[in-house]
């Protein structure tokens, strides 16, 4: 690969990172004005709200960025950072058209895994280096949530990479067959939910309860440095979207994916962006014991039993070819 070609697809990488997010925060904007019979959304700038996110960008740019005197300002400073960019790094393994990706590795699905779960440093940071004793109880909650939901998560991979015999992101995305959302249609749930509680977003938002810790780890951020931790929420949901869809969608699957193949990654890619907004609205939030008995009594358990199922599947295939 050339230095020039290097840089485009870096350059091209950057470019979707940073309107893909904003995409998805405009999209739940207008879904949930649309559900919960919200105005506001619905007419800032004039036709059907098109402003609404440039209102939201000037509030956060014009806003003070306040430190606390005793939080430790560096760490303060530097958690945003850690919360943005491994979900940028992430992005960078997925394949979004039949040969091209920014980063094509051998053992994609594990890099962007490892990649998302570093995400989570950026709050715990935030949530310590703020002096604040809301903000580290939505830290430790953050720490807590992340390893009862990272092991369910896993494991659904696991299964899909033992069923396409690879860690691969394309390679799996070539394995795949449409029957294969009806095999793997447990671990897909498990999937889903378990991202869910990884970005710590609502019926999993217990790290940031406005109505018990203020707002968590989150809680003394302004301007900016809070806009950044929104964004990576966002970028979060991207990267799931659209590993979601190389994992049980087909990815770039599709009529004429030789040609169209980034428009089905996409266009799947929304889709399951979609959900995860109806999601949010629909679902009230869980009690702390309750989230961690839904991973470790159900989703866990569930995990397992797809992939002893989908091992059985792989040797009976194997056996029968």
């Not at 925060?25 to 709200?49: C, D, I, N, S, W």
């Not at 799947?268 to 962006?273: D, E, H, S, T, Y």
């Amino acid at each position: 690969m050339s230095t020039l070609e290097v840089i485009l697809r870096a350059a091209g990488l950057l470019a979707a990172f940073l309107l893909l997010p904003l995409l998805v925060g405009q999209t739940e904007h207008k879904v949930m004005a649309h559900m919960q019979g919200r105005l506001g959304p619905m007419y800032a700038g004039g036709f059907h709200g098109w402003a609404q996110l440039v209102a939201d960008g000037a509030k956060f740019v014009q806003k003070e960025d306040i430190v606390p005197a005793a939080a430790d300002k560096r760490l303060f400073r530097l958690a945003p950072a850690l919360a943005l960019i491994p979900y940028l790094v992430a992005l960078a393994a997925i394949p979004v058209h039949p040969g091209f990706a920014v980063a094509d590795l051998p053992g994609g699905a594990l890099f962007v895994l490892a990649a998302t779960s570093v995400g989570i440093l950026g709050t715990l940071v935030a949530g310590w280096a703020s002096a604040n004793k809301y903000a580290l109880i939505g830290a430790m909650r953050s720490a807590a949530q992340l390893i009862a939901y990272e092991l369910p998560l896993a494991l659904a991979v696991a299964s899909v990479t033992l069923a396409a015999g690879t860690l691969s992101l394309g390679g799996i995305i070539e394995a795949w067959k449409p029957w294969w959302l009806l095999w793997q249609l447990p671990g897909a749930l498990v999937f889903l939910v378990a991202a869910v509680a990884e970005l710590q977003r609502p019926p999993f938002d217990m790290p940031i309860a406005d109505a018990e810790i203020v707002f968590g780890p989150y809680t003394e951020y302004t301007g900016l440095r809070f806009a950044f931790f929104l964004l990576a929420e966002y970028g979060g949901i991207v990267v799931m979207s659209l590993l979601f869809s190389t994992l049980y969608l087909g990815g770039w699957r599709g009529p004429f994916d030789d040609l169209a193949g980034w428009a089905w990654t996409l266009l799947k890619g929304f889709v399951i962006a979609l959900l995860l907004i109806w999601i949010r609205v629909s679902w009230p939030r869980l009690r702390e014991d309750q989230l961690q008995r839904f991973a470790w009594l159900t989703l866990i358990p569930l995990a397992l039993l797809q992939l002893a199922v989908t091992a059985v599947g792989v040797v009976l295939m194997g056996g029968s070819s």
